[in-house]
Structures are given as C-alpha cells and as structure tokens.
T-cell receptor, first 111, second 115 residues
Framework: RKEVEQDPGPFNVPEGATVAFNCTYS??????FFWYRQDCRKEPKLLMS???SGNEDGRFTAQLNRASQYISLLIRDSKLSDSATYLCVVNGGNYGQNFVFGPGTRLSVLP | AAGVIQSPRHLIKEKRETATLKCYPIPRHDTVYWYQQGPGQDPQFLISFYEKMQSDKGSIPDRFSAQQFSDYHSELNMSSLELGDSALYFCASSLRGKIMNTEAFFGQGTRLTVV
C-alpha cells in the first residue's frame, strides 16, 4: 500500500463545475500537508498548505481530517487553466523531513 | 523573488557515463531535497540534506551520491548511468521549523536522458 493514495482520475469536468479530490495517508504521525499542482513536464508548484481547521484560497478549499487520515481539495467554478495534475503531499512523522507525494489526480477542464 | 535554481536544464548521457546535477536553494533555506520523476509517475524521494548534513534517504541507488556544500548548494552525482535513470530530477528547498517543516519549493528540474 502506498503511503499517500489518491484517485488517479482523470477527472473530466466542464468549465464552471465544482470538483473534489481526496487523499489518504497511512502515517498517523504526519505533521504537514499540502496540495501541489503539476503541469505536464513542469515542476510541482505549491497550491496550498492544509491546516487542521480547513482553509480557503479563492476558489480552492482544503480540508484535513486527522482522525480519518484524509485530506481533500475542492475547486469551485473550474477554469480551463485549472487543468493539471494535483498532488497530495505529506511531511513529517515517520517520513522524517522528506515530502512524500501521492500519485496525483489528473484534472481536465473542458470548454 | 529568488527561486530554486537547477542546472543543467537538459542533459543527454550515454550508458555507463557519469552525470552531475546542481541545485541552488532559495536563500536562507536550510534543507534541500532531491526527487526523481519517471514518465507518468509521481516524484520519488531520493535524499535530503539539512544544514549540509544528510537528513533522510529514500530510494537513491548506490550508484548515486549527493552532498550539500558550505554555500548550501547541492550536487547529485550519478555514475554508471543506465537507461532507466532517464527521468526528470527535481531539487526542492525548504526552511525547517522547530515543530514542522514549511512548504517545499521546487526548481524547474533537470531532464536527464540516457541513451
């Protein structure tokens, strides 16, 4: 079982749709959680950190459920430019200080 | 703002050759990470350094070695290259906090092709 798991998708949604991604992690001692976005053949870019109380950044909302070891990302009013792979990333605990990546969820926003 | 700088951006090597990848972290960041990303795969952690000392080790082959220098830049040395080493190699840096790590920022990567 991978340490960080995600539905690989692809998620094909029309512009303006709301889409949600889920991620689970196996290490209960994990300390930090992030969502990164990666465009084809480019470097991962930080989308947002995920805090225990949940956090929102514009059209993006992240939630963390430590009891269920579950992280989510909600994208509202999808734009064509949101098309990318979304990587769930976990840090800390038994992972030490390295960042462990999930396999990513591919999103395609269609016109 | 300054970002993580990697060089070279592209590298073509033959089997059994050696390669050296360089990474310059964001100023004042004290931790450097190396990741390997094969085609269609997620980034796999290789190794990390904190304050010039090896911090964590992942799936780095014995043919590879890395170090962090006094100016905090890091180099990944790859010897006896194999076709399967062809991948994108990312370097990332972060500032290690007392309680938890801050987010990591990635360089644009080095695309290594072994022929």
């Amino acid at each position: 079982r991978k340490e960080v798991e995600q539905d690989p998708g692809p998620f094909n949604v029309p512009e303006g749709a709301t889409v949600a991604f889920n991620c689970t992690y196996s290490n209960s001692a994990s300390q930090s959680f992030f969502w990164y976005r990666q465009d084809c053949r480019k470097e991962p870019k930080l989308l947002m950190s995920v805090y225990s109380s949940g956090n929102e950044d514009g059209r993006f909302t992240a939630q963390l459920n430590r009891a269920s070891q579950y992280i989510s990302l909600l994208i509202r009013d999808s734009k064509l430019s949101d098309s990318a792979t979304y990587l769930c990333v976990v840090n800390g605990g038994n992972y030490g200080q390295n960042f462990v990546f999930g396999p990513g969820t591919r999103l395609s926003v269609l016109p | 703002a300054a970002g993580v700088i990697q060089s070279p951006r592209h590298l073509i090597k033959e089997k059994r050759e050696t390669a050296t990848l360089k990474c310059y972290p964001i100023p004042r960041h004290d931790t450097v990470y190396w990741y390997q990303q094969g085609p269609g795969q997620d980034p796999q952690f290789l190794i990390s350094f904190y304050e010039k000392m090896q911090s964590d080790k992942g799936s780095i082959p014995d043919r590879f070695s890395a170090q962090q220098f006094s100016d905090y830049h890091s180099e990944l040395n790859m010897s006896s290259l194999e076709l399967g080493d062809s991948a994108l190699y990312f370097c990332a840096s972060s500032l290690r906090g007392k309680i938890m790590n801050t987010e990591a920022f990635f360089g644009q990567g080095t695309r290594l092709t072994v022929v």
